[in-house]
């Protein structure tokens, strides 16, 4: 029988086949990169890939292929396999929207309708979904209606009815969204509005999106797939292994996100100076913060303004993953800074970034708890199927909902449609910090119950609400809600 796996793994054969061998294998039985299993022969061993020789990438930005002025910008996109340099002197087959890696940034404004084309030129179908966006149903990315494979095409509209935020696009396809993700399929998608132009923000060439994840790389430098791996433990910034980048002694807004399958990132500088955090899922925090370190868990993201003013040109310093343990060094490293050269710099931090919208009063309340045993994936005791409704939720209604943890494995939940506050973490009230703005995935650790708030109004349909740690929602913590 032809199944999408076994699409893939022809595919990435061929792939395979084509690739230099320049890489040497770990030997069989050693200890994993992640610290919990054992490499196999034909693993890459991650300590024999050079670290900081590859300068990180710029995510290309797209044009509309028609634009109507503040009413409408229409793009065009294909996703397709392509061959691209991720570990210095090899080429790796992966899933990419128009042949990029990392995905391409798509620029749009708040109230211009966004409108792209996709086709998909890949072996499987695929269902695209804009993580943080208020968009209705059928434009949503449904996991069981797909684009099918070898050529098929949908059209996705976008109204941009909310305000400005740093969201993501990638396939939500039911029990795919797993290993497309992982082989590629992640674009970055800017959401701005007149609150954020006018505060004079690093932007230009000192806007940087960066996309973080892991992997796991074959001998033969190709992507080495399993549900549920612990042993992905190449760090990739912007599509390249452990790369450099090179920037002016002034302030720079990084816009992180997390698109790895299931690792956390608790990122800090490597001198332990601190940073100001300026922005979380769905847009700019109230003020900025001063922080020494982000957390964020798979699907989350955090702006950050980091003034390298304060280092002398020829200084380098690191982004750093803190709290791997101290099991490997190259686990701990994400990508180098190099300050490498002076520039002027007119940008602010305001010490007001925004007002965040008022919270209505609350008047339903419901539990979710998330839970993980021999493989199988729950939300309230259940694993997903299509089409059944778990939740039911009146239109227009603000409830809380408190989700618990009870297991000793993190994990994380995002809601589709609307963001939502965070209200309490194990039994604190939140009044402040990254977690105080609009947020649409929230991490829940071991033992924890986390609350949020959302109000659920402007589309009616049916809409998803999961673990983004994608290979637990693939092995079925995912459930349906339906607005009416």
């Not at 740690?469 to 607005?483: P, Q, V």
Request: proline share 6%.
């Amino acid at each position: 029988m032809i199944t999408r796996r076994s699409i893939i793994k022809t595919g990435m054969a061929a792939g395979a086949a084509g690739a230099a061998g320049l890489l040497v294998p770990a030997a069989a039985g050693t200890a994993s990169a992640a610290g919990t299993g054992a490499t196999t022969a034909n693993d890459l061993d991650p300590a024999l890939v050079a670290k900081f020789s590859q300068a990180m990438p710029l995510a290309p930005v797209v044009a509309p292929y028609m634009s109507m002025p503040m009413m409408m910008d229409c793009y065009a996109l294909t996703m397709k396999e392509a061959d691209k340099e991720i570990l210095p002197g090899v080429l790796t087959r992966v899933w990419t929207f128009n042949g990029q890696f990392p995905g391409p940034v798509i620029k749009a404004r708040s109230n211009v309708r966004t409108v792209i084309d996709q086709t998909n030129n890949l072996p499987a179908g695929v269902s695209v979904h804009l993580h943080g966006a208020h968009v209705s149903a059928d434009n949503d990315g449904d996991p069981v209606v797909l684009i099918p494979p070898n050529g098929g095409t949908k059209t996705y509209t976008y109204p941009n009815a909310q305000p400005h935020a740093s969201m993501w696009f990638h396939d939500h396809a039911h029990h795919a969204e797993s290993e497309s993700a992982f082989r590629g399929l992640a674009g970055t998608y800017l959401l701005t509005d007149d609150v954020e132009q006018n505060l004079n923000l690093p932007s230009g060439a000192y806007d940087v999106p960066i996309q973080l994840r892991d992997a796991r790389f074959d001998d033969q430098g190709q992507l080495a797939y399993q549900m549920g791996d612990q042993n992905r433990s190449v760090i990739l910034a912007n599509g390249k292994a452990w790369p450099f980048c090179e920037v002016a002694a002034r302030k720079y807004r990084f816009r992180l996100c997390n698109t790895a399958n299931t690792r956390f990132f608790t990122l800090v500088l490597s001198d332990g100076s601190s940073f100001q955090q300026i922005g979380s899922d769905g847009g700019l925090l109230p003020a900025p913060l001063t922080v020494n370190k982000v957390v964020l868990s798979p699907g989350e993201r955090a702006d950050i303004v980091v003034d390298f003013s304060r280092y002398a040109v020829g200084t380098t310093l690191e982004l750093r993953n803190e709290g791997t343990g101290g099991l490997l060094e190259h686990i701990s490293k994400v990508l180098q800074f190099r300050v490498n050269r002076t520039a002027a710099d007119t940008s602010v931090v305001p010490s007001t970034l925004r007002t965040l919208p008022a919270m209505q009063p609350a008047t339903v309340n419901r539990s979710f708890t998330l839970a993980m045993g021999g493989g199988v994936a729950t939300i309230n005791g259940l694993s997903y199927v299509p089409n059944r409704i778990d939740t039911e939720i009146a239109y227009g209604s603000t409830e809380i909902w408190s989700v618990t943890n009870p297991g000793a494995g993190s994990h994380n939940f995002h809601l589709h449609l609307v963001q939502f506050r965070v209200i309490e973490r194990g039994g604190v009230p939140v009044t402040s910090g990254p977690e105080y703005g609009l947020k649409d995935t929230v991490r829940v650790g071991p033992g924890e119950t986390v609350k949020i708030q959302a109000t659920f109004t402007g589309y009616r349909g049916q809409y998803l609400y999961h673990c983004h740690m994608f290979d637990h929602a693939a092995m079925g913590m995912m459930a349906t809600m339906r607005i009416s």
